[in-house]
DNA sequence: GCGACAG
DNA sequence: ATCTTGTCGC
């Protein structure tokens, strides 16, 4: 696929201060409302993948293609990958690699990642209708954490499925409480987020799978949040349509496992 | 100086 | 993220 914005293509060289001031930039391209022709019911996939091996469906129609990305890590590099998914189907799987250049600071993965997953993306030939990333889009310090910037690089609608809050506010604790599968809570701007007023609605804690007593043992809540051209409502509501049954919504789960395996050979 | 901290 | 086997609970 296209690089709409190649101005944005994350670059390590940067210094930190040139990093920042392109996520303004960018979060002041993303559009946190929706933007595109998707529906809960079109992207739903209802039975865990299993086939992970792209494989051309006789009859898989011309739903919506959903692209889970994710990454892993060897000595020296990033390894991609990009699973392209239709009617709950891989139809395409796209692998891609750049040097490990910096270290992991907060607010700033995009620049170590982003550019494997720019290359992953580059070599994948279906135009995907959602991209779904492993870690944050609106909830960041600047409103643009990977999800986004992965979307605005691309002009495609995003998201981010994290499993840890990186900033923001439950407008309800979450902690202790118990949440049962399917329940959602809003997290709001602090005064972390420093792009928007506090309050500002900018993901949700959201429940994808609980065990039955809440006593013994409980299963954290994924946090969602819009990247690029999708409401948060709806990007929650996009993501609980993709889980059938695990924690991690498909997309994100069959590219884990994939780029897990791919790392860790040659 | 102290806390906060996606992957 | 990653280094790693068994083990507790449903």
Same mark, same amino acid.
């Given at each position: ?213 809440? #006593? ?33 919504? #498909? ?16």
């Amino acid at each position: 696929m296209d690089l709409v914005r190649p101005g944005y293509l994350p670059d390590p060289a940067l210094d930190a201060d040139a990093m920042e001031a392109m996520q303004r930039d960018i979060a002041a391209d993303a559009v946190f409302a929706d933007e595109h022709d998707l529906t809960p019911s079109a992207v739903a996939i209802d039975e865990p993948i299993r086939e992970t091996a792209p494989s051309q469906a006789t009859l898989d129609g011309g739903g919506p293609v959903v692209v889970g990305i994710d990454q892993a890590f060897r000595e020296e590099e990033a390894v991609s990958v990009a699973v392209a998914i239709r009617g709950g189907r891989v139809i395409e799987r796209a692998f891609g690699r750049a040097p490990l250049e910096i270290p992991y600071i907060p607010g700033l993965l995009a620049f170590r990642e982003g550019a494997a997953i720019a290359d992953a993306l580059d070599s994948l030939t279906v135009a995907p209708d959602l991209l779904v990333c492993d870690g944050s889009g609106r909830i960041h310090y600047r409103e643009a954490g990977i999800a986004t910037h992965v979307g605005v690089l691309f002009d495609v609608p995003s998201l981010g499925v994290a499993k840890n809050l990186l900033c923001g506010t439950p407008v309800e604790p979450v902690e202790d409480r118990y949440m049962a599968a399917g329940e959602r809570v809003a997290i709001e701007a602090n005064d972390r987020v420093e792009t928007c007023p506090n309050g500002t609605t900018i993901g949700h804690f959201y429940q994808s799978r609980q065990y039955e007593n809440p #006593e013994r043992r409980h299963v954290n809540p994924l946090v969602v949040s819009p990247g690029h051209r999708v409401a948060t409502g709806t990007a929650t509501d996009l993501v609980a349509a993709t889980c059938a049954g695990y924690k991690l919504p #498909e997309p994100t789960r069959v590219a884990d496992a994939d780029v897990g395996e791919r790392a860790r050979e040659e």
